[in-house]
């Protein structure tokens, strides 16, 4: 079955780097966008990055533009995500997932077929 395994979270001080990695298992992955979401404490899950099947295309929100990067491997079947500059209002889960859905729709979190079970990130100020 479609396995997708984030690692890589942890705690981190204001002003720190974290890299995200997501493995995936069960799928054609070089044919699947592959998006970034998160979820802080009582609130709605948000979208943060996205990748095109190919690598040649991304999507950004616009509170992690310029600090955080996403990128793929797809011989080794994993997607990144390079976070700078963190903030604590980057604390949050973050969840990985695949979507065989045109890439226009890669911000809304219903066009995803696939989701990881999520890591944590803790930024402290």
């Known amino acids: 079955q479609v396995q997708l395994v984030e690692s890589g979270g942890g705690l981190v001080q204001a002003g720190g780097s974290l890299r995200l990695s997501c493995a995936a298992s069960g799928l054609a992955f070089s044919r699947y966008d592959m998006g970034w979401f998160r979820q802080a404490p009582e609130k709605e899950r948000v979208f943060v990055a996205a990748?095109?099947?190919?690598?040649?295309?991304?999507y950004y929100a616009d509170s992690v533009k310029g600090r955080f990067t996403i990128s793929r491997d797809n011989a080794k079947n994993t997607v990144y995500l390079n976070m700078n500059s963190l903030e604590p209002e980057d604390t949050a889960i973050y969840y990985c997932?695949?979507?065989?859905?045109?890439?226009?729709?890669?911000?809304?979190?219903?066009?995803?077929?696939?989701w990881g079970q999520g890591t944590q990130v803790t930024v402290s100020s």
């Open positions: 990748i095109i099947w190919t690598g040649s295309s991304t």
């Open positions: 997932a695949a979507s065989d859905k045109s890439f226009a729709y890669a911000r809304m979190d219903s066009s995803y077929n696939y």
